[in-house]
């Protein structure tokens, strides 16, 4: 009985269109993306035991830079 439920539950909330394509981006959309690469960016650099923010002498400033340069990519944006 339970396991019916739950598939009922289950279908019911996939049977209705996707609601995401009633949404447009807004002015601010890439000053967001910027700040979530940061923040991806910052957590990627301390999991891996690097300062936050590198001297640009050092591996690590290319290392950031290539990490944020991917997570914007793959928001869909590309360099200026």
Known sequence: MLAVLSAVALLSGCSSPPAYREW???PDV???AYDECTEQVDTTMRLRGYPLRPL???PQF???KEIFAQCMRRKGY???
């Open 24 to 26: 447009t981006a807004s």
């Open 30 to 32: 890439p000053t967001v």
């Open 56 to 58: 640009p002498e050092t």
């Open 62 to 64: 290319g290392y950031r």
């Open 78 to 80: 590309t360099a200026e």
